[in-house]
């Protein structure tokens, strides 16, 4: 509900998607009722990417989680990539995040680094409407972000990631109910200096 507020501040500006199947939980195998958010999660970005590619038509789509804080230059580094994304067959997405991103683990002075990562990291991330025709019949009904670092979807490909992360999680509840928050995702570095890439 309160996402659902801010979406609303912004009267005609922003479009807010309401998925067919409401908030009705999906079909769970007996031995993952306790994962029941995470199917609920897998269905609806399957449902919220099929709509972006296939009925608005849009070539690229980007992720982003609704307790993440974006940098400055969030929409300038995408901006930057996408072309990659389409350009580079080694690659198949961009991300905002750098799992590795501690304060005391990224220099902070080179914000406009860029590597390669064959790990898929999420949390803010980029991909076009061809990779999305590839991962859509195989999608999976849960734990859709360990599917997706699997050597049968990454398919030896790279993932762009920043060495000063675009995005944070602030995001102590949820599904995972804070796993990792406290000791590791709290201490992650966000870029504060716009990057004109």
């Given amino acids: ?7 609303s501040s912004y009267g005609d500006s922003v479009s807010r998607l309401r998925p ?3 908030s009705e939980a999906p079909p769970v195998p007996a031995e993952h009722r ?3 958010g995470y199917y609920r999660i ?25 307790d993440l804080e974006v940098a400055p230059d969030f929409y300038e580094y995408f ?3 996408y072309p990659l994304l389409l ?15 501690k304060e005391q683990l990224v220099d902070a002075e080179r914000p406009e680094l860029l590597y390669r990562t064959d790990f898929f990291p999420g949390l803010g991330w980029l991909l076009t409407a061809r990779l999305w025709d590839e991962l859509e019949p195989k999608w999976p ?16 490909r790279a993932c762009v990631r920043p060495e000063v992360s675009r995005t944070v ?17 709290r201490h992650m570095a966000l870029n504060r200096r716009f990057v004109p890439f």
């Fill in 34 to 36: 306790k994962f029941v």
């Fill in 1 to 7: 509900s309160e996402t659902a507020a801010v979406i």
């Fill in 20 to 22: 067919p199947h409401g």
């Fill in 87 to 101: 350009a580079d067959g080694s690659l198949w997405c961009a991300s905002a995040w750098h799992d590795n991103g």
């Fill in 79 to 81: 901006q930057a990539v």
């Fill in 169 to 185: 999680t602030f995001g102590r509840k949820g599904v995972s109910h804070g796993q990792f928050f406290e000791q590791h995702l």
């Fill in 42 to 66: 897998s269905r609806h970005y399957r449902w919220a990417l099929g709509h972006v590619f296939r009925e608005l038509r849009y070539p690229a789509a980007i992720v982003v989680e609704d």
């Fill in 141 to 156: 009904p849960a734990f859709w972000d360990d599917w997706m670092r699997q050597p049968e979807q990454r398919r030896g």
